[in-house]
Structure formats: structure tokens, C-alpha cells
């Protein structure tokens, strides 16, 4: 099993790259986890206390799961990975049954902060994209995909987000063998990426 970790910051790129890297491995060879799916259950805070969540922290995230879930996977077991709701900042009752396959994507903003985890990780892949365009993708995208007002992207930019991703995230780009520029779409990137799973499998 070849493990590949995809971090970046939000906006960066890296749904788009996994998309593209899973495109061009035949579906039973492949499975995706996303960092996304462990955030924290918060059954007993209610919606209100739940917007005021710094989901930009890496205390945000189960990675005790995550860490289970991965070790499960390389043991050959099949897990039920979360379902996570962006509308009500909530894992939801619903569950992805995944199978362990011969690539293990994980990907997430915080996946290289995780000691544990990024020791799991056989590729680390950073994706880069300046912050000006992140934000610009995230306003779109959380105003289209995820239920939101451009007042509480912008709100959440400025109080969260930015002050995490300097913290957090940026300095783990120091971890990656990869680094994808992807202020534009980067094919070549993506087929160096596929030449480098080819060899490793
Ligand atoms: N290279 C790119 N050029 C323009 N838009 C992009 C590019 N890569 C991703 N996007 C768009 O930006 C948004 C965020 O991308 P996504 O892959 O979800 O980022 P992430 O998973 O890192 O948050 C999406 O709407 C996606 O279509
Ligand atoms: N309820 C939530 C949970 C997380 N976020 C934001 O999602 C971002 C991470 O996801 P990407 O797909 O963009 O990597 C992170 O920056 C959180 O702020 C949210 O808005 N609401």
C-alpha cells in the first residue's frame, strides 16, 4: 500500500489534485480520505456555538481517528469514514464504508502537523497557491458549495484562517517531498506525480 499525503491551505488546490490523480488510477486501485471528515463531533454545542469553532486548529481535528483509520486501512480492514456537514458544521449520521486499496490518498490543511500522521505518509505533496487566490476560490466556493455569506468567509478569513495558516499550515510546506504550484492548472505537475505512484507501486 502506498500512502500519499496532499496538504495545502484552504483554496489551495488540493480536492482538484486528488481528482486528478484518482482520474488516472483504475477505481479499485485507489481510495480518498479527507481531513475534512474527522473534524471533531459537536453533538452538544448548539448551531451558534458551533459558527464560533477556529476550525483552522489543528485541536479542530480527530486525529486520533484519523490515525486509527489509516492504521486500519494498512492492516487490510475496511472503515467507516465520517461524513462531515459544512451547513451545520457537524459530522452528519451518515458514513463512507472505504476499502483498503493499493493508493491511500489522505487530504487536508493540517495533515503534515499531525507527527503521527505525516510518519504514516510514503509521498508528501504540498499544493501552493498565493493567498490572494485562495481567498478568491474560497469566497466562491464557500458561497456556492458550502451554504455561506460573503461576511462570514471574509469575517472567518481575517480572524482564523490567516492567522492559522501562518501558524499551522505554511511552515509544514517545509515537510513535503512535492510542492504543486497551482496558481494555474498544473498538468505537468500532476504527471510527475503519476510517474513518481507508477515507480513507488
Ligand atoms: N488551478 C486552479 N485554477 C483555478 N481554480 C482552481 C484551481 N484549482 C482549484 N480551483 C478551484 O478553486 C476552488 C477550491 O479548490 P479545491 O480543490 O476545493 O481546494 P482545497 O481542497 O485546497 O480547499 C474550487 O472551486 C476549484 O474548482
Ligand atoms: N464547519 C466548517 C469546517 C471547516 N471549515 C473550513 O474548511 C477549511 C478546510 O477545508 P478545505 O476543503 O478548504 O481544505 C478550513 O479552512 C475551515 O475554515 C468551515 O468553513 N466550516
Known sequence: MLIIGIAGGTGSGKTTVVNQIVKQLPTDEVCVISQDS??????????????????????????ELLIKHLKDLKKGKTIKQ????????????DFLKTHPRK????????????????????IKIFVHAETDERLIRRVRRDITERGRDIDEVLNR?????????????????????????NDRYNTVAIDVVRSVINERL
Do not use: C, W
Open 38 to 63: 474527522y473534524y471533531k463531533e459537536t453533538h452538544n454545542l448548539s448551531y451558534e456555538e458551533r459558527t464560533k469553532i477556529n476550525f483552522d486548529h489543528p485541536r479542530a481535528i480527530d486525529f
Open 82 to 93: 465520517p461524513v462531515y456537514s459544512f451547513v451545520t458544521h457537524n459530522r452528519t449520521e
Open 103 to 122: 493508493v491511500v490518498i489522505v487530504e487536508g490543511i493540517l495533515i503534515f502537523n499531525n507527527e503521527e500522521l505525516r510518519d504514516l505518509f510514503d
Open 157 to 181: 478569513y481575517q480572524n482564523t484562517l490567516k492567522p492559522m495558516h501562518l501558524q499551522f499550515i505554511e511552515p509544514t510546506k517545509n515537510f513535503a517531498d512535492i510542492i504543486i504550484p
